[in-house]
T-cell receptor, first 112, second 111 residues
Framework: DAGVTQSPTHLIKTRGQQVTLRCSPKSGHDTVSWYQQALGQGPQFIFQYYEEEERQRGNFPDRFSGHQFPNYSSELNVNALLLGDSALYLC???????????FGPGTRLTVL | EDQVTQSPEALRLQEGESSSLNCSYTVSGLRGLFWYRQDPGKGPEFLFTLYSAGEEKEKERLKATLTKKESFLHITAPKPEDSATYLCAVQGGGSQGNLIFGKGTKLSVKP
C-alpha cells in the first residue's frame, strides 16, 4: 500500500521566483492538507483540499495557492518567493470522514 | 485561539531510563489529539489519536494518555532507536480538518 508521496525532494530557488510542489495521497484517501515547517518548529497549516475545492485555509498570504485534481493528487504553488519561505513543505492525506492525517516525506525548499 | 505547548523542548535519557513528555492544550471542543514521531528531515509518522479524557493507547514502549487539559507520552525503557522529535497536535471543534501542532520535544536516548 503506497503511502503519501511528494516531489521533488529538494528544491533551490531565488527570491521572486515561483515554485510548484506536488503530492499524491495515500491510496483510498480523498483529502489533502499542506503544511509548512520551519526549522525547529511544528508544522503550520496552509490549506486543505477536498473534491477539488479549498475547504479551509490557514494564516498564509495569497502568494500560496493550491489545486486538487480528480485523482485526488494536489499541487502547492508559491509565487514571488521570499527568503522566509525556506522550509520543509509537508503534504498530509486523510479521509474526509476521519481525522487521522498521514504525512509524506516533505519537500525541502531553499530560497536564496 | 487553539494552542498547543510541549515540554520539555529537549530530553536526554539513558537507554532504559523511562520518562514522560507533556502536551498542554487549549482548544474549543476537542475533536482529537494526535501524537507523531518525526526523524530529522522527514515527514511526521503517525503514532496515536486520543479523543476523550481518560483514554489511553499503547504501542511497543510508548503509551499516550489524555486529560481535559493535557496529554502525556510515556516512554518505558527507551532504546536509542526511539531518538526523534515527538510532535503533539490537536483538532478543535471549529476546525474542518486542520491540525494545530506544538513545537515538539526532541528526545535523545544514549546507549
Amino acid at each position: 500500500d503506497a503511502g503519501v508521496t511528494q516531489s521533488p525532494t529538494h528544491l533551490i530557488k531565488t527570491r521572486g521566483q515561483q515554485v510548484t510542489l506536488r503530492c499524491s495521497p495515500k491510496s483510498g484517501h480523498d483529502t489533502v492538507s499542506w503544511y509548512q515547517q520551519a526549522l525547529g518548529q511544528g508544522p503550520q497549516f496552509i490549506f486543505q483540499y477536498y473534491e477539488e475545492e479549498e475547504r479551509q485555509r490557514g494564516n498564509f498570504p495569497d502568494r500560496f495557492s493550491g489545486h486538487q485534481f480528480p485523482n485526488y493528487s494536489s499541487e502547492l504553488n508559491v509565487n514571488a518567493l521570499l527568503l522566509g519561505d525556506s522550509a520543509l513543505y509537508l503534504c498530509a492525506s486523510s479521509l474526509i470522514a476521519g481525522e487521522e492525517q498521514f504525512f509524506g516525506p516533505g519537500t525541502r525548499l531553499t530560497v536564496l | 485561539e487553539d494552542q498547543v505547548t510541549q515540554s520539555p523542548e529537549a530530553l536526554r535519557l539513558q537507554e532504559g531510563e523511562s520518562s514522560s513528555l507533556n502536551c498542554s492544550y487549549t482548544v474549543s471542543g476537542l475533536r482529537g489529539l494526535f501524537w507523531y514521531r518525526q526523524d530529522p528531515g522527514k515527514g511526521p509518522e503517525f503514532l496515536f489519536t486520543l479523543y476523550s479524557a481518560g483514554e489511553e493507547k499503547e504501542k511497543e514502549r510508548l503509551k499516550a494518555t489524555l486529560t481535559k487539559k493535557e496529554s502525556f507520552l510515556h516512554i518505558t525503557a527507551p532504546k536509542p532507536e526511539d531518538s526523534a522529535t515527538y510532535l503533539c497536535a490537536v483538532q478543535g471543534g471549529g476546525s474542518q480538518g486542520n491540525l494545530i501542532f506544538g513545537k515538539g520535544t526532541k528526545l535523545s536516548v544514549k546507549p
